[in-house]
């Protein structure tokens, strides 16, 4: 069976008038809601997981928007790995828990914080995840929405900024 060119165009218009505005998907849309409410940053509560936890580095962050929208930091004390969760409001603990054991992806790395403040700094936007690289765990990868777009920034051990992509991890 032959579809028509011009059906097949308007599905095809269709399809790409469904997916947000910007083509970055519906993940975004919420991250973006969820940064305009929120009056702490994911370096705050990067920050004050780290606080709850006596001796802990953080070594992931990231802004959960799939429920009620929170904050959630992997925060490593010898050896033991916390979920902290964080009000995006006032970046209070809202639970605290061991996930299980793990060791430091990458000794003397800079810190959490850092990294995402300097990813910041580059995109001019705000960051909604840090996390080590999927390639090389002693890279990281920081999300920053800038307007309506989402940008990955890839960091050095160090916090050289390696690369600079729009990210792949949308939500579509």
């Not at 990067?46 to 959630?72: C, D, F, I, Q, T």
């Not at 299980?100 to 800079?110: F, H, R, T």
């Amino acid at each position: 069976m032959r579809v028509p060119a011009l059906l097949v165009g308007t599905i095809s218009t269709a399809l790409l008038a469904s997916c947000s505005a910007d083509g970055m998907g519906p993940r975004v849309d919420k991250l973006r809601e969820a940064v305009a409410r929120s009056k702490v940053s994911l370096a705050q509560s990067v920050l004050a997981g780290e606080a709850s936890v006596s001796g802990a580095k953080a070594v992931k962050a990231r802004l959960l928007v799939e429920a009620n929208p929170e904050y959630s930091v992997d925060a490593l004390e010898k050896g033991t790995l916390h979920d902290v969760r964080l009000d995006i409001i006032s970046g209070a603990v809202r639970t605290s828990r061991i996930v299980g054991n793990a060791a430091d992806p990458c000794p003397g790395s800079v810190p959490l914080v850092d990294a995402i403040a300097i990813a910041e700094a580059r995109v001019s936007g705000t960051a909604v995840q840090a996390q080590p690289d999927d390639d090389d765990h002693c890279l990281r990868e920081i999300q920053v929405l800038a307007g309506p777009v989402l940008w990955e920034v890839k960091l050095a051990r160090d916090g050289k900024v390696l690369e600079v992509e729009k990210s792949d991890d949308d939500g579509n």
